[in-house]
């Protein structure tokens, strides 16, 4: 063998996770290149242990380049014309004048027609019972808003009502705290009034100042077009019935904070029926309304902290969502979800909602209907609410080509209706009661550094479908559990199974000769025989290798053979997976 692997996981002080009584311990991994030739990184799974999201209006230290020719930027947009609307108590004023505007004030509540662009309207201020709407014109204009420290609260409708179907630049000025506010129910009307800050037209957020918005009749912010919020913007939503901001064609997050809050039975922290794109901010979404029958839809629907219709993109920036409630997701996409860069982390609690024996939703940390696609980042996801409750799933293919991902659930951590491909990255996947990774297919390993831990027999740490394999031709796996699913004999890289006793804490050992290939500290207990799988690509087809369980020897394989070697119990039916090993549950 050219050079000795070291894999080490070593637990340090203890400690238990909720719901989890198999004796999870904090590990600090010194791990191999995909090589096995040397170098080092280092992941601590305390932080996974101790994963939980809590909103932060901290400003971010952001720079922004902005592009000359993109019409979404308001530095792009020429106001020649400014008016400004300012609210004293029970009454409004306006200033200024402009050819083809018309401001009509009655009380605090503000009506704008207008038929004139390159308009700037500032509004400042404070009303308990008013509002600023911006009337259908007979030539729809995009307009610039700028909120210069304005609090406009409506009993009966938005606080901000845009009836026109053109860009919108709502600009937070500096230095200044903006609020908006209904009163739980909307008066009956013929127009749209989506959301306590609502627009018929695309909603393009920029500023540096601060915008609350506190909603209890429908959504807080609410566009029929698409949503774009760009870097040093600072935005709190809270809204107890309705989502927190809700889109028709999309939300585009591009920087900025973004808190979000909603408590209401299904409702969505962000919601589009269009894509979700972040490359950049911090958002926090966290839900804790539990899952309802819907009459309409007769389907189950449940809380989720981003819900999109579309794909959803991260490219960037930080996503932290939180699910308390029955049934309820942190991310979830109709279609595929794509993470390339940025931080994801990802918490659920809520347990399973169940309708009826054929009506539930099961509690996901993120949740793909169609593909999921890990290409970089770092992702951190725990769900803890019982039967049901999976770290990641993917109703398509599940692919990992590289990043940090580290799961911990109740039930399978990693699950994919199709294939699962894992080829570059760190991947950390635990289960308290099922599979570390289930594929409901084949399960391709090709690279990348793999811990998987599955719960005890008939439970696996990786888990092939019956009829389907595991393909090991690359990477460096320890997959620990009651069973495994065995690699096929299509697989080049030869692997190491031994089956039997181990205890939370036990050091298993891997010598070549003299040489340590692999130290590894169980980081669960187990009652009963246990399987443990080994791969990694300094392995060597017909070397010579020792198993040792806490000093002692367990086995010896002569010959290495491929696709795997067993010591122990191993080959005599461990349960779990189907996929390439004798037996079957």
């Given at each position: 063998?050219?050079?000795?692997?070291?894999?080490?996981?070593?637990?340090?002080?203890?400690?238990?996770?909720?719901?989890?009584?198999?004796?999870?311990?904090?590990?600090?991994?010194?791990?191999?290149?995909?090589?096995?030739?040397?170098?080092?990184?280092?992941?601590?799974?305390?932080?996974?242990?101790?994963?939980?999201?809590?909103?932060?209006?901290?400003?971010?230290?952001?720079?922004?380049?902005?592009?000359?020719?993109?019409?979404?930027?308001?530095?792009?947009?020429?106001?020649?014309?400014?008016?400004?609307?300012?609210?004293?108590?029970?009454?409004?004023?306006?200033?200024?004048?402009?050819?083809?505007?018309?401001?009509?004030?009655?009380?605090?509540?503000?009506?704008?027609?207008?038929?004139?662009?390159?308009?700037?309207?500032?509004?400042?201020?404070?009303?308990?019972?008013?509002?600023?709407?911006?009337?259908?014109?007979?030539?729809?204009?995009?307009?610039?808003?700028?909120?210069?420290?304005?609090?406009?609260?409506?009993?009966?409708?938005?606080?901000?009502?845009?009836?026109?179907?053109?860009?919108?630049?709502?600009?937070?000025?500096?230095?200044?705290?903006?609020?908006?506010?209904?009163?739980?129910?909307?008066?009956?009307?013929?127009?749209?009034?989506?959301?306590?800050?609502?627009?018929?037209?695309?909603?393009?957020?920029?500023?540096?100042?601060?915008?609350?918005?506190?909603?209890?009749?429908?959504?807080?912010?609410?566009?029929?077009?698409?949503?774009?919020?760009?870097?040093?913007?600072?935005?709190?939503?809270?809204?107890?019935?309705?989502?927190?901001?809700?889109?028709?064609?999309?939300?585009?997050?591009?920087?900025?904070?973004v808190n979000v809050e909603v408590s209401g039975a299904a409702a969505k922290a962000l919601s589009t029926d269009g894509h979700y794109t972040q490359s950049g901010g911090r958002v926090t979404a966290v839900t804790t309304g539990a899952a309802v029958y819907d009459q309409d839809e007769k389907d189950v629907s449940g809380a989720a902290g981003v819900k999109a219709d579309s794909t959803i993109t991260i490219k960037?920036?930080?996503?932290?969502?939180?699910?308390?409630?029955?049934?309820?997701?942190?991310?979830?996409?109709?279609?595929?979800?794509?993470?390339?860069?940025?931080?994801?982390?990802?918490?659920?609690?809520?347990?399973?909602?169940?309708?009826?024996?054929?009506?539930?939703?099961?509690?996901?940390?993120?949740?793909?209907?169609?593909?999921?696609?890990?290409?970089?980042?770092?992702?951190?996801?725990?769900?803890?609410?019982?039967?049901?409750?999976?770290?990641?799933?993917?109703?398509?293919?599940?692919?990992i080509a590289g990043g940090s991902t580290e799961v911990y659930a109740y039930d399978d951590a990693l699950n994919s209706a199709y294939d699962l491909t894992i080829g570059g990255g760190y991947v950390y996947a635990f289960s308290v009661n099922n599979d570390g990774i289930d594929s409901n297919r084949n399960l391709y390993i090709k690279g990348g550094t793999i811990y998987a831990y599955g719960s005890t027999q008939?439970?696996?740490?990786?888990?092939?479908?019956?009829?389907?394999?595991?393909?090991?031709?690359?990477?460096?796996?320890?997959?620990?559990?009651?069973?495994?699913?065995?690699?096929?004999?299509?697989?080049?890289?030869?692997?190491i199974v031994y089956g039997g006793s181990v205890s939370n804490g036990s050091t298993i050992t891997i010598d070549s000769g003299d040489t340590s290939v692999a130290t590894y500290m169980m980081g669960r207990s187990y009652g009963g025989t246990v399987s443990f799988l080994f791969t990694a690509p300094g392995l060597s087809k017909g070397n010579s290798y020792t198993v040792n369980v806490d000093g002692s020897t367990?086995?010896?394989?002569?010959?290495?053979?491929?696709?795997?070697?067993?010591?122990?119990?191993?080959?005599?039916?461990?349960?779990?997976?189907?996929?390439?090993?004798?037996?079957?549950?």
């Amino acid at each position: 063998m050219a050079a000795a692997i070291l894999l080490c996981a070593a637990c340090s002080s203890g400690f238990e996770l909720p719901d989890d009584d198999t004796g999870y311990t904090s590990e600090s991994s010194a791990l191999p290149s995909s090589s096995g030739t040397g170098g080092s990184t280092t992941t601590t799974n305390s932080d996974l242990a101790n994963l939980d999201i809590a909103t932060d209006t901290a400003a971010l230290a952001e720079t922004e380049t902005v592009p000359s020719n993109d019409d979404d930027y308001v530095e792009n947009y020429s106001s020649s014309s400014t008016i400004y609307i300012t609210y004293n108590g029970s009454s409004a004023e306006s200033n200024g004048t402009v050819p083809g505007v018309s401001v009509d004030i009655d009380g605090a509540d503000v009506t704008v027609t207008s038929t004139a662009a390159g308009v700037n309207y500032v509004l400042s201020g404070t009303t308990d019972e008013g509002t600023f709407k911006m009337a259908t014109g007979t030539d729809d204009k995009k307009f610039r808003l700028t909120l210069a420290g304005v609090n406009i609260h409506n009993s009966d409708g938005p606080a901000i009502n845009i009836q026109t179907g053109k860009r919108v630049y709502i600009v937070a000025e500096q230095g200044t705290t903006n609020r908006l506010s209904d009163g739980g129910s909307f008066a009956s009307s013929t127009e749209d009034q989506k959301g306590t800050l609502f627009s018929e037209g695309q909603l393009l957020f920029s500023g540096k100042g601060k915008l609350t918005v506190q909603a209890k009749a429908k959504a807080g912010i609410a566009s029929d077009d698409y949503i774009l919020i760009r870097p040093n913007t600072n935005i709190a939503v809270t809204a107890t019935t309705g989502n927190g901001i809700k889109s028709n064609d999309g939300i585009d997050i591009r920087g900025g904070v973004v808190n979000v809050e909603v408590s209401g039975a299904a409702a969505k922290a962000l919601s589009t029926d269009g894509h979700y794109t972040q490359s950049g901010g911090r958002v926090t979404a966290v839900t804790t309304g539990a899952a309802v029958y819907d009459q309409d839809e007769k389907d189950v629907s449940g809380a989720a902290g981003v819900k999109a219709d579309s794909t959803i993109t991260i490219k960037g920036g930080q996503l932290l969502v939180k699910s308390t409630g029955a049934g309820g997701k942190g991310i979830s996409g109709d279609q595929a979800i794509i993470i390339d860069d940025g931080v994801v982390k990802a918490v659920t609690t809520g347990k399973t909602y169940t309708y009826s024996s054929s009506l539930d939703s099961k509690p996901k940390g993120i949740k793909a209907d169609g593909n999921l696609q890990v290409n970089g980042g770092i992702i951190m996801v725990k769900a803890t609410g019982g039967e049901g409750a999976e770290g990641m799933e993917a109703k398509g293919t599940m692919t990992i080509a590289g990043g940090s991902t580290e799961v911990y659930a109740y039930d399978d951590a990693l699950n994919s209706a199709y294939d699962l491909t894992i080829g570059g990255g760190y991947v950390y996947a635990f289960s308290v009661n099922n599979d570390g990774i289930d594929s409901n297919r084949n399960l391709y390993i090709k690279g990348g550094t793999i811990y998987a831990y599955g719960s005890t027999q008939p439970e696996c740490g990786i888990d092939a479908a019956e009829g389907y394999q595991v393909y090991i031709t690359g990477g460096t796996l320890m997959a620990v559990g009651g069973g495994e699913s065995y690699p096929s004999s299509s697989s080049t890289q030869p692997a190491i199974v031994y089956g039997g006793s181990v205890s939370n804490g036990s050091t298993i050992t891997i010598d070549s000769g003299d040489t340590s290939v692999a130290t590894y500290m169980m980081g669960r207990s187990y009652g009963g025989t246990v399987s443990f799988l080994f791969t990694a690509p300094g392995l060597s087809k017909g070397n010579s290798y020792t198993v040792n369980v806490d000093g002692s020897t367990v086995g010896t394989i002569s010959s290495l053979s491929a696709p795997y070697s067993t010591i122990g119990s191993a080959a005599a039916g461990m349960g779990g997976g189907m996929g390439g090993r004798p037996g079957g549950r």
